[in-house]
């Protein structure tokens, strides 16, 4: 064991199960759990897994921790009940929205936009006004609030969301606003738009700020506890993973928690991130297949791809966030037989409770681990430490009774069926996910992990024509590893609004000081030190006319001044952008800059080589596995991955089974082992 500060715990509580790893930084030692996630009460579960890994009593420096009770929250609608302060004139921004029906309801008239969450009689007007200049219209009618929160007095709400008209320009009005609430209603919480969404929008600045005043809630107490219990446990320090990729303290993360919602991907793609630039892969398409969802990323040039907008439940939010996109298809997927008698694989997951019918825990119904483990792709245990012995009888009688039986199909037959189903949705959406972001996933290489992604990852590569795959080591685990290597972070913005020809270089300079400082110190609170920080930061940009903005980087970090030709610098980078992102740029048009970012940020940890195993590899067991590529069993080798040394290579088709994962290398490819444990499969 390593020194009482040397020890860091990674957490990530996923839908099935929930992944621990704990890295010594003392002796580069990196080992890790599964143990089923424990829905009523997920701090039961992080300490479960950190008592297979710790020994009693020993300290822990710190715990990292990425959480998705923000984002099941809103899928599933369990959200308190809320109230709305906004400007007189504006109460029913969240009805009209864009006036767009959505995507997937074009043709579909069953389809409709979510309700508000927000009920229309605790939406509130309140007499107040800044103009688009950010000047005071309107004073603040004080005694009006007041009246209208005496009464909400009665409303049975926990938290109310405050939106004034342009409060992103002068948030004067909404800061007094908050403050008479708190006086009003103590112990209600309270979100303004101000600091949680300072950005144009009105419907999308609304949205964010309500979800956010709703999240409070539920995540404040449960952050509370688990820092509590944590550090009665021996953990010196809990950081909370954020949708932005980097970790903050959980007292901050209580205090905006809508930079959660959708964070639980984000330290995978972090991670993906860091290792490829060691292994010189600085561009990836990154799946994490769990037992919910598939996960799709992107790395572009050694970092993460972001975006600031995103859709969780048809709820617009406007909040930085890695770029990930998720779609229904994890090991825990059930299939089915629908009503034309075809194979569906539903959008529902058995988790972890009752989970797959091979757990042994009372599911009836087969899953996408089921067939897996029918057709010889899994063993008989899943999971390493802390995992389940699977029951192949089980898995067989449920794909009989709701597969085979109904479609008059052999065993194999519906298996096979079950993953050419799920494998086809896969390809589709990794292909339609990259392919709009102008990328060729045929010249990249796919990164795979999560505790079904190997199982399906190279066939997946295979069939969109990709060439390489590379399955990490612990890649059941990988999200838990990026969350022990992610750094501090934390990202502020502010309006500019100006014609980017015509901004002083001085007075672009004064908006990033003043935002460096605000990062800065929220980072303080984190605990971070100051010297080791590092800011980045970004201007959004957009065609005079344009309703949207691209985001510009020139690839600098704020040093605290700007050379004078930096506006014809983002200028050009705006362009070319434009050009790679819609395949045309208007050199003669006005180019405005709307916003700037500013993303200050902590030292990331370097990727751990893990120990290379001292023991012979010895003759692999041989047994038949079904391989969809070739839609057929073959005789494969099965291998154990801990026995596999870096310099070592292995043939398809095999099997090489990890803690928490087992990696399918069909026939024709070959999986070579390099310094730090990766599996670098290769057509």
């Known amino acids: 064991m390593g020194s009482s500060m040397s020890l860091y715990l990674g957490v990530d509580i996923g839908g099935t199960f929930t992944d621990v790893v704990l890295h010594d930084r003392a002796t580069g030692r990196l080992v890790s759990a599964k143990v089923p996630t424990d829905h009523a009460d997920p701090t039961r579960g992080i300490l479960a897994g950190k008592a297979l890994l710790v020994a009693a009593g020993q300290p822990v420096e710190a715990l990292s921790h990425a959480t998705t009770l923000a984002t099941n929250a809103l899928l599933e609608g369990k959200l308190p009940r809320g109230a709305l302060l906004t400007t007189k004139g504006f109460r029913d921004v969240l009805d009209i929205g864009r006036i767009q029906r959505p995507a997937e309801g074009i043709y579909d008239f069953t389809i409709d936009n979510p309700q508000p969450l927000i009920e229309r009689g605790l939406r509130r007007e309140v007499a107040e006004r800044i103009d688009a200049r950010g000047r005071i219209v309107e004073p603040l009618d004080e005694a009006g609030l007041r009246r209208t929160l005496g009464e909400l007095q009665d409303a049975d709400i926990t938290a109310i969301a405050i939106v004034f008209l342009f409060a992103f320009l002068n948030p004067v009005h909404e800061a007094r606003a908050a403050e008479i609430v708190a006086e009003a209603l103590p112990g209600v919480f309270v979100s303004s738009s101000a600091a949680v969404s300072p950005e144009i929008r009105e419907f999308e600045r609304s949205s964010t700020t309500v979800i956010d005043a709703l999240l409070k809630p539920l995540m404040t107490p449960y952050l509370s506890r688990l820092e509590r219990e944590v550090r009665q446990d021996g953990v010196a320090q809990v950081r909370i993973m954020m949708a932005s990729g980097g970790l903050t303290a959980a007292a901050l993360a209580a205090r905006q928690p809508v930079t959660l919602v959708n964070s639980g991907p984000s330290a995978g793609v972090l991670a993906a991130a860091n290792l490829g630039r060691r292994i010189g892969a600085r561009d990836l398409v990154t799946i994490d297949m769990g037992g919910t969802s598939l996960d799709i990323g992107v790395v572009a040039g050694g970092r993460s791809v972001q975006k600031y907008e995103s859709k969780i439940a048809g709820l617009p939010i406007r909040t930085p966030m890695i770029d990930v996109a998720a779609v229904a298809a994890g090991g825990g997927s059930i299939a089915l037989v629908d009503a034309l008698g075809y194979i569906q694989v539903d959008r529902e997951s058995a988790g972890s409770e009752p989970g797959p019918?091979?757990?042994?825990?009372?599911?009836?119904?087969?899953?996408?681990?089921?067939?897996?483990?029918?057709?010889?792709?899994?063993?008989?245990?899943?999971?390493?430490?802390?995992?389940?012995?699977?029951?192949?009888?089980?898995?067989?009688?449920?794909?009989?009774?709701?597969?085979?039986?109904?479609?008059?199909?052999?065993?194999?037959?519906?298996?096979?069926?079950?993953?050419?189903?799920?494998?086809?949705?896969?390809v589709k959406m990794i292909s339609a996910n990259t392919l709009e972001k102008g990328l060729d996933v045929r010249a990249l290489p796919l990164f795979v992990y999560g505790g079904a992604g190997p199982t399906h990852g190279v066939e997946l590569a295979e069939a969109m024509g990709m060439r390489r795959a590379i399955v990490p080591y612990l890649a059941g685990n990988f999200s838990a590893v990026g969350l022990i290597l992610s750094p501090l972070r934390w990202e502020v913005s502010r309006m500019v609004q100006a014609v980017a020809a015509e901004l002083p270089a001085d007075r672009l300079a004064a908006v990033l000081a003043a935002l460096d400082r605000e990062a800065r110190d929220r980072l303080a609170e984190a605990g971070a030190d100051l010297a080791t920080v590092t800011t980045r930061w970004q201007a959004h940009m957009r065609y005079a006319g344009q309703s949207y903005d691209l985001p510009v980087e020139l690839g600098r970090t704020w040093s605290g001044r700007l050379p004078d030709t930096v506006g014809a610098e983002l200028i050009e980078a705006f362009h070319a952008l434009h050009a790679q992102r819609y395949a045309y740029r208007s050199d003669a048009e006005t180019v405005e800059l709307v916003l700037v970012r500013v993303a200050a940020e902590g030292p990331e940890t370097g990727y751990p080589a893990p120990q290379a195993p001292d023991v012979e590899v010895g003759a692999p067991m041989m047994r038949p596995i079904f391989f969809t590529g070739v839609a057929g069993w073959r005789d494969a080798a099965v291998l154990d991955r801990r026995r596999l040394a870096p310099g070592g290579a292995v043939d398809g088709p095999a099997l090489i089974e990890g803690e928490g994962s087992s990696a399918l290398i069909p026939p024709v490819w070959r999986a070579q082992i390099d310094a730090y444990l990766n599996l670098d499969i290769r057509r």
């Open 357 to 426: 019918a091979c757990y042994g825990r009372g599911g009836e119904r087969p899953t996408i681990t089921d067939a897996d483990l029918v057709l010889g792709r899994l063993s008989g245990r899943l999971g390493g430490r802390g995992g389940l012995a699977l029951d192949r009888a089980a898995a067989e009688r449920a794909l009989a009774r709701a597969i085979a039986a109904p479609l008059g199909l052999g065993a194999t037959e519906a298996a096979a069926g079950v993953l050419r189903v799920i494998q086809a949705r896969m």
